[in-house]
């Protein structure tokens, strides 16, 4: 509904609404729905033996959100927060849930992270490979072009931009790399 200055019509009443929508209201009467049994709180039966689980031990500082006051009692430990993309992420939370300071940050602190391991796979043994990895040869094998034409596809408006954003970061990576190498050939010549 868009938004004007006259004041929007009332909802209509229960009757007008019960013969206009087929099924409308069913679920008011509550021996008529069949969760209303495990909406009721029945005491110790719930089988629960703790009303807060045991908060895990925080072992290292961890990021947490300006509008919680703790922690959830479970945490995942698994990737800790390192590096450039680290602080990024940490900066962050210092914005609340709601601004979008906050999240666009945390997608920084992701794609510093992406370039960071592209950059790291190759000075590797065995390299990722971009031009499988990142489906741009599917894109003139798989007919990636004309299956985006005359349809109604979601990913149209970013099409253009997804060479950039898929492929960007390996070109950057390949060039850093190609400009280190030059560097210590010539420092190797001297």
Request: a positive charge; one cysteine or more; aromatic letters at 6%.
């Given at each position: 509904?868009?938004?004007?200055a006259?004041?929007?019509?009332?909802a209509?009443?229960t009757?007008?609404?019960?013969?206009?929508?087929?099924?409308?209201?069913?679920?008011?009467?509550?021996?008529?729905?069949?969760?209303?049994?495990?909406?009721?709180?029945?005491?110790?039966?719930t089988?629960a033996?703790?009303?807060?689980?045991?908060?895990?031990?925080?072992?290292?500082?961890?990021?947490?959100?300006?509008?919680?006051?703790?922690?959830t009692?479970?945490?995942?430990?698994?990737?800790?927060?390192?590096?450039a993309?680290?602080?990024?992420r940490?900066?962050?939370?210092?914005?609340g849930?709601?601004?979008?300071?906050?999240?666009?940050?945390?997608?920084?602190g992701?794609?510093?992270?992406?370039?960071?391991?592209?950059v790291?796979?190759?000075?590797?043994?065995?390299?990722?490979?971009?031009v499988?990895?990142?489906?741009?040869?599917?894109?003139?094998?798989?007919?990636g072009?004309?299956?985006?034409?005359?349809?109604k596809?979601?990913?149209?408006p970013?099409?253009?931009?997804?060479?950039?954003?898929?492929?960007?970061p390996?070109l950057?990576?390949?060039?850093?790399?190609?400009?280190?190498?030059?560097?210590v050939?010539?420092?190797?010549?001297?």
């Amino acid at each position: 509904m868009v938004y004007t200055a006259e004041k929007p019509a009332t909802a209509p009443c229960t009757a007008t609404l019960r013969e206009r929508i087929p099924g409308w209201g069913a679920d008011l009467d509550p021996a008529d729905r069949p969760a209303v049994p495990r909406e009721q709180f029945v005491g110790d039966q719930t089988g629960a033996h703790w009303d807060l689980p045991e908060q895990q031990p925080e072992s290292r500082p961890r990021e947490r959100s300006v509008e919680h006051e703790r922690l959830t009692p479970v945490f995942g430990t698994a990737q800790p927060l390192r590096g450039a993309s680290g602080q990024v992420r940490r900066y962050a939370y210092r914005y609340g849930e709601g601004r979008a300071a906050h999240w666009l940050l945390l997608v920084a602190g992701d794609r510093i992270d992406a370039v960071g391991n592209h950059v790291r796979s190759l000075f590797t043994l065995r390299p990722d490979n971009p031009v499988t990895q990142t489906g741009t040869r599917a894109e003139f094998t798989h007919h990636g072009i004309r299956s985006r034409t005359g349809t109604k596809r979601a990913d149209l408006p970013h099409q253009l931009l997804d060479p950039i954003v898929i492929d960007g970061p390996w070109l950057v990576a390949v060039l850093a790399a190609g400009l280190m190498l030059r560097k210590v050939v010539r420092r190797a010549r001297r």
